[in-house]
């Protein structure tokens, strides 16, 4: 399992376009990226996952770049009810491959 | 998809004694998947349940202490025993369903005096 690191905080105002940034350096051929959401009290929820490109869903967009050692969770127009822990995870989907979750990225936002 | 349900969402208990998680999937699943969150912590992997065979556990998450179940496809236990109050923690079980990605429970919230 390739190990990532994120910005351990962030904060942005509402109505922004909030970045978030992971590095995986070791991603592996067959991993996919893929980006949790937890609201205090509760327990994680998917967000995203991609491979490489873009994705986009109606929830953020995330970028990976050619050499997908790195990727970026955007989360257009941010309200107050995005502020959550994020965390991005890689991992291969191909097989029976249990979760491994980094600190997250504690995303905080202002009014 | 998948909608998991935890019992109980809470409880508090004295040290030395145990409780009893339960985690119920509303599919037939393949995986299931116990956490622990400590307060303020990302969460850390306990162990792997399979259904019809012993649960595999992570460094420094022992049988004894956390023994589970899985009797069938939907369903798995996650017990705490000799409670201490290091063990007050959030507890989550998931699922990994189309392999896309994991669904998680709401947590079980221990609380050990």
């Known amino acids: 399992l390739a190990k990532t690191t994120q910005p351990i905080s962030m904060d942005s105002y509402e109505g922004q376009e909030v970045n978030i940034t992971c590095s995986h350096n070791n991603i592996a051929t067959n991993d996919y990226i893929t980006w949790y959401q937890q609201f205090p009290s509760q327990g994680p929820r998917f967000i995203i996952q991609g491979y490489k490109t873009k994705v986009t869903n109606e929830v953020a967009s995330l970028f990976i770049p050619a050499d997908r050692k790195s990727s970026t969770l955007s989360l257009p127009r941010v309200s107050l009810s995005d502020t959550a822990v994020y965390y991005c995870?890689?991992?291969?989907?191909?097989?029976?491959?249990?979760?491994?979750f980094g600190k997250g990225t504690r995303l905080h936002i202002l009014p | 998809s998948a909608v998991i349900s935890q019992k109980p969402s809470r409880d508090i208990c004295q040290r030395g004694t145990s409780l009893t998680i339960q985690c119920q999937v509303d599919s037939q699943v393949t995986m299931m998947f116990w956490y622990r969150q400590q307060p303020g912590q990302s969460l850390t992997l306990i162990a792997t349940a399979n259904q019809g065979s012993e649960a595999t556990y992570e460094s420094g998450f022992v049988i004894d202490k956390f023994p589970i179940s899985r009797p069938n496809l939907t369903f798995s236990t996650l017990t705490v025993s000799n409670l201490s109050p290091e063990d007050s923690s959030i507890y989550l079980c998931?699922?990994?369903?189309?392999?896309?990605?994991?669904?998680f429970g709401p947590g079980t919230r221990l609380t050990v005096l």
């Open positions: 998931s699922v990994d369903t189309t392999r896309d990605s994991q669904y």
């Open positions: 995870l890689v991992g291969d989907m191909n097989r029976d491959d249990k979760i491994i």
